[in-house]
């Protein structure tokens, strides 16, 4: 009977052993789980973090896109301008070379005229 209760008692300790192995176990398991959870949560937070810094960067390069845009267009005006510049410039050019020719023709109608009433006096003078 002593060999039962000593038997017993063995038994009863492996199964405390069992029982103590099992628990750590389940901590150690639990134990994953919980980081698992935190690695997944991690992802996924990461993941919105890396889609939103996406988003923005697909909102500055639209902005910067619309940046180009504006500037391109402000450089064709800028061309433009100066064509138009150039342009009204050489129009200017002309006619100020046109108006000296009139002044130029001007003075010679003038002096042409003095000249032909000096030579029409000096002719009637001669007469006389």
């Known amino acids: 009977m002593l060999a039962i209760v000593q038997n017993f008692g ?3 300790s492996e199964l405390d052993d069992i029982k103590q192995e099992f ?3 389940q901590s150690a398991i639990m134990d994953k789980q919980s980081q698992a959870s935190l690695v997944q949560l991690n992802a996924e937070s990461s993941e919105y973090e890396l889609h939103d810094i996406q988003s923005r ?3 500055k390069q639209h902005e910067l896109d619309a ?3 504006n500037f391109t267009g402000m450089q064709q005006n800028l061309v433009d301008i100066e064509q138009e510049i150039k342009q009204k410039s050489s129009e200017k050019q002309v006619e100020i070379l046109q108006l000296k020719n009139q002044q130029d023709d001007t003075r010679l109608a ?3 005229v003095k000249e032909s009433k000096e ?3 000096r002719l009637r003078d001669g007469r006389k």
């Open 119 to 121: 030579m029409r006096q």
């Open 110 to 112: 003038d002096l042409f």
């Open 23 to 25: 628990l750590q176990e």
């Open 57 to 59: 960067l697909a909102g």
């Open 67 to 69: 940046a180009w845009e």
């Open 10 to 12: 063995q038994i009863r």
